[in-house]
């Protein structure tokens, strides 16, 4: 059984840095795809890229290259999110996702860690 | 970006009811196209991939149809556990976007 666990919420303030985890376990972890969607408070879901954690590859949503950086640590089946140069409007649910089976690589965001709040604050 | 828009933004229906939920691509996205359920405090939930694949495990009460830039979601008889918000997304072009969701409320 697929089980993704984030780590918890985090209180930054304006131009700090912030690294969520996201541990797996009940699968290979360097078969799939590790999605990290966000959700602002009361609003939809938006996607910030993917890392391939067979190799390491990534694709960043262009609104947060340069300030996003995905990682893994495939001994500890882990992925980690930083995001960097913190504002107000970053303020924001974060969820990793493992990539589902049977839509194309990288493509599908299938099952879901329970998110990490994460609230930039002066 | 793709932009994706979803009507109505509000749904109110009555538990049997039939519920459909369009969601429109601002341009093509073939068949890439998936939909998920999140309840209110939840991670979302992935329903249906490739417009009508469903997942395992997902009640056959649901369906996804449609192509190039209108798609539907359709309930066939809502049930309690269906009230929530739903979310279509593309995956034709990077980057993935998802629609601003649909809240399906009681009646």
């Known amino acids: 059984q697929v089980h993704l666990v984030q780590s918890g919420a985090e209180v930054r303030k304006p131009g700090a840095s912030v690294k969520v985890s996201c541990k797996a376990s009940?699968?290979?972890?360097?078969?799939?795809?590790v999605h990290w969607v966000r959700q602002a408070p009361g609003q939809g879901l938006e996607w910030m890229g993917w890392?391939?954690?067979?190799?390491?590859?990534?694709r960043y949503s262009q609104k947060f290259q340069g300030r996003v950086t995905f990682t893994l640590d495939t001994s500890a089946s882990t992925a980690y999110m930083e995001l960097n140069s913190l504002k107000s409007e970053d303020t924001a649910l974060y969820y990793c996702a493992r990539d589902f089976e049977y839509c194309s690589g990288g493509s599908c965001p299938g099952y879901w860690g329970q998110g990490t709040q994460v609230t930039v604050s002066s | 970006d793709i932009q994706m828009t979803q009507s109505p933004s509000t749904l109110s229906a009555s538990v049997g009811d039939r519920v459909t939920i369009t969601c429109r691509a601002s341009q093509s996205v073939n068949s890439w196209l998936a939909w998920y359920q999140q309840k209110p405090g939840k991670a979302p939930n992935f329903l249906i991939y490739k417009v009508s694949s469903l997942r395992s495990g997902v009640p056959s009460r649901f369906s996804g149809s449609g192509s190039g830039t209108e798609f539907t979601l359709t309930i066939s008889s809502l049930q309690p556990d269906d009230f929530a918000t739903y979310y279509c997304?593309?995956?034709?072009?990077?980057?993935?976007?998802f629609g601003q969701g649909t809240k399906v409320e009681i009646k």
């Open positions: 890392i391939n954690a067979a190799n390491g590859n990534t």
């Open positions: 009940g699968y290979t972890f360097i078969k799939f795809v």
């Open positions: 997304q593309q995956f034709h072009t990077y980057p993935w976007t």
